[in-house]
């Protein structure tokens, strides 16, 4: 996908160059493809404000665009944050895996009030506390950029980072433009520019779902992607990821290799009823077992004791009765069968490495 957004605007830069402007005739022309792709692209570099409409349709005359620069108006697709008590969990989807990596091994070399930095592929995850913490940055070896601060705000969560170089371009000329994000305001003093980012203040919902398939087909990771896609239509609810949990292999009533999975979300306060709804709904529709469970948890932290209900799930065999009494001491919300013991294990997994949720062998710590 990169690499045809780059031959677009690279197309449609040269026409600009030659000819003043270009047309959607003439990139469908030049590329072969069917007018309504070409248009498509178009649309889309519009929109990311490398192209500008320089003279619109005027009866037979075609519109007419031109390319400003091949540069993206934002390399960051979404900025959000959940929090629970004085923690935070800041969430960065970039346009690139590199520039994801590269912002997280500076952040981790920084430190600062980040506890911990995760990327998985263009998503960067990072758990911080509420407080400020001066962090030094400039060129090697110290840090190009560093979060020096979290805050809350009423109903926002606001990031106070320092940098240089290229991590203070995007502060000061790309992370306003990303999705999720309220505000950004910057302060330059020689090279280093500081600034803080505003967002609002999410929570954030891990749903655990296990036993919707059956002999004759199915496969629980499967519907719970689709219960991801399928919630995230709703209004302030959005997209975190999708983990697969491996939990005992001797359970005799398992379908195959008796795993689990969850889905995490970020849901504004307002739409949570509507999220369980519709989890709740999709769930029942499309499992293909009666039997299938449910298990819907709010907020950041894992207790140690829902942590080492997820250790006996993966080596005992336990009643729904153990799982009730489990959820019911946590806050955590069961809909459904049986299936309700595997969903809360996956629950209590959640946050633990794909080496160790795919690995029921592996020692959970």
Not at 52 to 80: D, N
Not at 207 to 224: M, Q, V
Not at 237 to 249: D, E, F, G, R, T
Not at 337 to 347: E, F, H, K, S
């Amino acid at each position: 996908m990169l690499e045809r957004r780059r031959e677009f605007l690279r197309l449609m830069r040269q026409f600009t160059l030659d000819n003043g402007f270009f047309t959607v005739t003439d990139i469908q022309k030049a590329t072969g493809i069917p007018r309504s792709t070409a248009q498509d692209w178009v649309n889309r570099l519009l929109g990311e404000g490398c192209v500008l409409l320089r003279e619109g349709k005027r009866g037979r005359t075609a519109a007419q665009y031109v390319s400003i620069s091949s540069m993206p108006s934002s390399a960051c697709r979404r900025i959000f944050t959940t929090i629970d008590g004085d923690h935070v969990e800041i969430y960065h989807d970039c346009m690139s895996g590199a520039c994801a990596a590269f912002c997280g091994y500076h952040h981790q070399l920084a430190g600062g009030v980040l506890e911990s930095v995760e990327r998985d592929g263009t998503l960067l995850r990072e758990r911080a506390r509420i407080g400020i913490h001066n962090v030094p940055v400039g060129l090697s070896p110290l840090p190009a950029v560093g979060v020096t601060g979290i805050e809350r705000d009423g109903n926002t969560v606001v990031q106070h980072i320092r940098c240089i170089g290229g991590p203070a371009y995007s502060l000061s000329d790309m992370m306003a433009r990303a999705e999720g994000v309220m505000q950004v305001k910057t302060h330059h003093a020689g090279p280093i520019v500081e600034g803080s980012v505003r967002t609002q203040a999410l929570t954030h919902v891990t749903i655990g779902i296990d036993d919707t398939d059956s002999n004759e087909g199915g496969a629980t990771f499967a519907l719970a992607l689709a219960l991801l896609s399928h919630v995230t239509r709703i209004r302030g609810v959005l997209p975190i990821s999708h983990h697969v949990a491996m939990l005992n292999q001797d359970v005799f009533l398992k379908t195959a290799g008796n795993s689990s999975s969850f889905i995490e979300v970020a849901v504004i306060p307002e739409s949570y009823a509507d999220l369980e709804k519709k989890t709740l709904r999709f769930v029942a529709d499309e499992s293909l077992s009666p039997e299938w469970g449910i298990a819907i948890h709010s907020g950041l932290k894992i207790p140690e004791g829902l942590r080492a209900y997820g250790r006996r799930v993966r080596n005992q065999l336990i009643t729904r009765a153990v799982s009730e009494a489990t959820a019911e001491r946590f806050g955590i919300t069961l809909h459904g069968g049986n299936g309700v013991i595997g969903a809360l294990g996956a629950v209590a997994l959640a946050g633990l490495p794909h080496e160790i949720l795919l690995d029921p062998a592996r020692d959970i710590p």
